[in-house]
């Protein structure tokens, strides 16, 4: 229970940022597949599949709301203060990180040496969005003064940017700045809890395209594991490179932009803190399989 609530902080605290991916860091800690099966199992199966699957959501969840909210009322406004500590932190984390995937899933990655134009891909990918986002086309949205049509933009966003947080790599909360929501959803949620019901129908379309698009990705995203694991990997490895740039390029994303971060205002400090985080979340699991394999 504690495992799986500490879980949920880390991956909520990675959302509630551009630059990574709660997806990344399910990954990282070793529970993807369990995360998208259960996802999977408690939308599609019956029975015992789905019960194992809502109790170890429930378990999650529970992290992830207590982190997403820590992260609004308080990591929403350092990430802006402290941005050149926040993105050297989560460098260290992705850099340390690299290397637990290609180990844990060096069947994959060893012999299928093709599968890098994959790996190409998925960096270009999450570049392009990072690029993208420089020219955000979208801005002064206000959840509490809705119309048809930005409720309809707000729901294709709350889809879009859902998906983007199941797959490790691609920022959700990037893909939120760069349809103008970031700010504007951060800013809701709030005010919803020092009790302003006047955003309360914005959030509701959001999470309902939320809920939309975690129902039509997870699927596609359970077959590619089971039936293209190599690819999907490769492609895996490929987001979470170019996430390096989506960090790197993550100041200059603020309300009042700042410079890319560079070797001059790099924190060696952040970063090593950023692998140490890694490697004792590594140390955590490792102690806990070899205790339930006893």
């Known amino acids: 229970m504690i495992r799986q609530f500490i879980n949920g902080v880390c991956m909520a605290m990675a959302d509630s940022v551009p630059g990574v991916s709660g997806g990344t860091i399910a990954f990282i800690l070793g529970f993807y597949d369990k995360f998208i099966g259960s996802i999977n199992d408690l939308i599609y199966e019956k029975g015992d599949k789905r019960k194992q699957a809502f109790l170890f959501l429930i378990k999650l969840g529970v992290g992830w709301v207590f982190g997403m909210i820590a992260a609004v009322l308080v990591l929403s406004s350092a990430f802006e203060s402290q941005i050149y500590f926040v993105s050297s932190l989560f460098m260290g984390f992705i850099i340390a990180s690299i290397p637990l995937v290609l180990k844990q899933e060096k069947e994959s990655f060893i012999g299928h040496y093709g599968n890098v134009v994959a790996a190409v891909i998925g960096a270009a990918v999450v570049c392009l969005i990072t690029m993208l986002n420089q020219s955000s086309f979208m801005t002064g949205i206000q959840l509490d003064s809705l119309s048809i049509p930005l409720a309809i933009y707000i729901f294709i966003a709350g889809m879009i940017a859902i998906s983007a947080m199941f797959l490790p790599g691609i920022s959700g909360s990037t893909l939120l700045l760069i349809f103008g929501l970031y700010m504007p959803v951060i800013t809701g949620i709030k005010e919803f809890l020092h009790l302003n019901l006047s955003v309360f129908p914005g959030l509701c379309i959001f999470g ?11 699927k596609g995203i359970k077959i590619c594991l089971d039936r ?55 140390f955590m699991g490792k102690k806990k399989e070899v205790a339930f394999n006893e």
């Open 208 to 218: 309902l395209g939320v809920i939309a698009g975690a129902l039509s990705v997870v």
């Open 228 to 282: 293209f694991r190599s690819k999907t990997m490769y492609m895996i490895l490929g987001l979470m490179i170019g996430s390096l740039y989506a960090i790197m390029m993550g100041p200059t994303t603020l309300d009042v932009p700042k410079d890319a971060l560079s070797f001059h205002n790099f924190s060696f400090i952040a970063f090593i803190i950023g692998i140490a985080i890694v490697a004792g979340l590594q």
